[in-house]
């Protein structure tokens, strides 16, 4: 099968009550079947510290790193406010609304100073940021000499067979279109090999498997002035 260029999904994010309640009970049941990358985010370094993640949506990928992690706390960054209403109350429900803080806004124009945090991790948003290179600038500004980031999403060059399987696994079924515009939104591994050569970040590793990609590296250290 000929593989089809990128659509462009969204702009803004995932916005409108309904869309995103059905969006919440989705990645809830990802959370329950234990699909929601946070491995991949631990085996990247990331164990505490001041972290952001960027587009948490409803929130539990970042809350359950957060349950997990040693001495964390997480900043969500998120354009959709009816998004950062349900991951606000996910969060009173996990108890732990104190070390968590959404904040709205794009991680195209970050709303924080330079080197705020020790890492950065996002899931399954990289394909709806309309300026990647853009992004990874913000990303790279905001982590503090040596920060980590981590940033996993689907892949587009998936096989016919795993289409399919992603798209019946969705629940529920009135978010499996959903499932169809992301992945033609998502990036391959080659592409995310030369969007990465166009940002700040010089160490990277890609990894991929059937349905997915992760980017993860660390920020160059301080280096003296003269
Ligand atoms: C497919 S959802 C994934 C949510 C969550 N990370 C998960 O894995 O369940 C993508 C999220 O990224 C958010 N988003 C999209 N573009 C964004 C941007 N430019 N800045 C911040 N968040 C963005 C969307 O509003 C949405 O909540």
Request: with cysteine; proline share 5%; hydrophobic share 40%.
């Amino acid at each position: 099968m000929r593989l089809q260029p990128r659509k462009i999904e969204t702009n803004n994010g995932i916005q409108g009550e309904l869309t995103v309640e059905l969006f919440d009970r989705f990645a809830k049941r990802m959370r329950d079947k234990g699909w929601n990358g946070v491995e991949s985010f631990f085996n990247a370094g990331i164990q505490g510290g001041a972290v952001l993640e960027v587009g948490p949506g409803p929130g539990y990928v970042g809350l359950e790193w957060l349950k997990k992690s040693k001495c964390g706390t997480l900043t969500g960054l998120e354009i959709s406010p009816a998004m950062i209403r349900i991951a606000e109350k996910n969060a009173r429900e996990y108890m732990l609304s104190h070390q968590v803080n959404y904040i709205e806004g794009s991680c195209m124009a970050m709303p924080f100073a330079d080197h705020s945090f020790d890492a950065a991790f996002s899931n399954g948003s990289l394909h709806e940021w309309e300026d990647p290179v853009l992004a990874f600038h913000e990303i790279h500004r905001v982590l503090k000499p040596n920060g980590i980031f981590c940033i996993s999403d689907l892949r587009r060059d998936v096989s016919l067979l795993t289409r399919s399987f992603l798209y019946f696994s969705v629940q529920p079924k009135e978010m499996r279109p959903g499932m169809l515009t992301s992945l033609a939104a998502a990036y391959t591994v080659n592409e995310l090999e030369q969007l990465m050569a166009s940002t700040a970040f010089q160490e990277i590793q890609i990894h991929s498997d059937f349905c997915g990609l992760t980017v993860s590296g660390i920020k160059e250290p301080l280096t003296p002035s003269m």
